[in-house]
């Protein structure tokens, strides 16, 4: 048999040529949806018509489409009840679409569980008879009903310490079922759509404060559902300040010291304070508290507010050196004679620490005689050491009017911190007898020297014996 060659080129070339303008068109196109399905109503018709008809769930149109392959012919599409039908659709060799529920009278109703069925018949030329497949095809249902529930960010929590979050979607839908999802921050572009689960990973936008999310899901026949939630984000770690209390000497304490940690959010607010003493536990700080053990102390810190932002470990140091026991250790008399009634007489006396090394003592005067009236500078004192200088107190006292008296007393001076450590000073004031008794003993001891010297030597030993 003769071949002609040319012919075969040809036929190859035409071949090649429309497997590339096939790939060309699926590339432009790209994927065909899912939801799509392909009939050929007659696979043993030299000429078969093809329709493409959404699969599954729809929510406002179903779309038939054919392709006639250059033939002629008209199309009615039939409910299995012709309760609605499409057509007469004139095809005019060309291919074509048109949506179920435009040529629906009444329209597709709200929802149905019952899929839709249909059938298709052709009239091949005007006037003839219709063939139609011999089956109807299930085919789509209708759902117009939104999915319902929520979305939270981080389970609901107020606050967060970071733009990674969590957001929980619950939401359902009764008749077609989730499908899918997207997101976005505040204005921002929504992100891409994506298969419906329950957890999703997301980014807030930077910078502190209040932070709104918003979801768009949509079920599987296409209605969408909106929601929202908001989270306030805090990055800002918490600041806490280590106050120390007590009597400093030296750079040591030398007293127990009080001990207050002040912790200070701007944003969320402080959630709680921890600390410790030394390498004890840790320990939920709730009050000041007070640290009496002598040595050097540790007090390690920090603070963690709402947004669970934590602070570093800080930490203030202290010694505690307690001053040994001071001992009051007075010296000195306050003797006066011949002091004339009303006259002002001065004396002093020294008060001292002779206790351990480093204490200190606090003293004043307690008591003085109850005769005449006194002055002293100082009255009081604090602080006194060891190995500092004692403390000369000046006295004055202004004498009793009455004369040829003898006045007797002591004056009492304490440790103000326990008035079981004290000493006393002695006094003693004597006013002279008048001018005439003066005058009396004078003629006596002029005329009897021996007497009056005998009763000299009795008034001294008296008076020596008194003091």
């Known amino acids: 048999m003769e071949v002609n060659v040319r012919k075969l080129y040809a036929i190859v070339i035409t071949l090649m040529i429309s497997n ?5 068109v699926s590339a432009v196109t790209g994927p065909v949806d899912p939801r799509v399905k392909t009939k050929n109503i007659w696979d043993d018709d030299p000429d078969p018509l093809w329709v493409e008809v959404f699969d599954g769930w729809c929510n406002e149109h179903v779309l038939l ?4 392959n250059g033939i002629n012919y008209q199309i009615e599409i039939h409910s299995p009840s012709d309760d609605w039908y499409i057509g007469p659709i004139p095809t005019s060799g060309e291919p074509g679409e048109c949506y179920v529920n435009d040529f629906v009278s009444g329209g597709l109703p709200e929802s149905t569980q019952d899929p839709y069925n249909w059938q298709v018949y052709v009239q091949y030329e005007p ?3 219709y063939y139609g497949s011999e089956e109807p095809e299930p085919d789509f249902f209708v759902d117009r009903t939104m999915p319902s529930g929520s979305m939270v960010i981080n389970n609901g929590d107020e606050w967060t310490n970071s733009t990674e979050v969590e957001l929980l979607l619950t939401f359902s839908d009764s008749l ?7 997101f976005r921050n505040e204005e921002e572009p ?3 759509w994506e298969d419906y ?4 990973s997301w980014i807030l936008s930077s910078g502190e404060g209040l932070h709104e999310v918003t979801c768009q899901v949509r079920d599987k026949a296409g209605n969408p559902y909106f929601a929202q939630d908001t989270i306030m984000l805090d990055e800002t ?3 806490t300040i280590c106050t120390l209390e007590g009597e400093m000497q030296g750079g040591v304490y030398i007293s127990n010291v009080t001990v207050t940690l002040n912790a200070i959010d701007n944003l969320s607010g402080v959630d709680f304070t921890m600390y410790k003493l030394d390498d004890g536990d840790w320990i939920l700080y709730d009050q000041s508290f007070i640290v009496s053990d002598e040595g050097e102390h540790t007090v390690w810190f920090y603070s963690v507010d709402i947004a669970q932002n934590i602070e570093e470990i800080k930490i203030c140091t202290f010694t505690i050196q307690f001053p040994g026991e001071p001992d009051l250790d007075c010296e000195g008399e306050l003797r006066w004679t011949d002091v004339k009634p009303g006259d002002v007489v001065s004396g002093s006396f020294e008060v001292s620490n002779i206790g351990d090394p480093g204490s200190l003592l606090n003293w004043e005067i307690k008591s003085k005689p109850d005769w005449g009236d006194w002055t002293f500078d100082p009255s009081s004192g604090t602080g006194l050491t060891p190995e500092g200088s004692p403390i000369s ?10 004369q040829n008296m003898e006045y007797e007393g002591e004056i009492k001076i304490v440790n103000s911190d326990d008035e079981s450590d004290f000493c006393v000073i002695p006094v003693y004031l004597k006013t002279p007898v008048s001018s005439f008794h003066q005058r009396i003993l004078q003629v006596f001891g002029h005329h009897f020297p021996f007497l009056y010297w005998l009763f000299s030597q009795l008034k001294n030993f008296i008076n020596v014996f008194l003091i």
């Open 127 to 129: 006037g003839g008879d």
């Open 20 to 24: 590339y303008l096939i790939l060309i």
């Open 65 to 68: 489409q054919w392709d006639n």
């Open 197 to 200: 689960t329950t957890l999703k």
């Open 237 to 239: 770690v918490p600041f």
């Open 393 to 402: 107190v000046d006295v004055e006292v202004e004498a009793p009017d009455e």
């Open 176 to 182: 077609s079922g989730m499908h899918k999802m997207h």
């Open 190 to 192: 929504w992100s891409s």
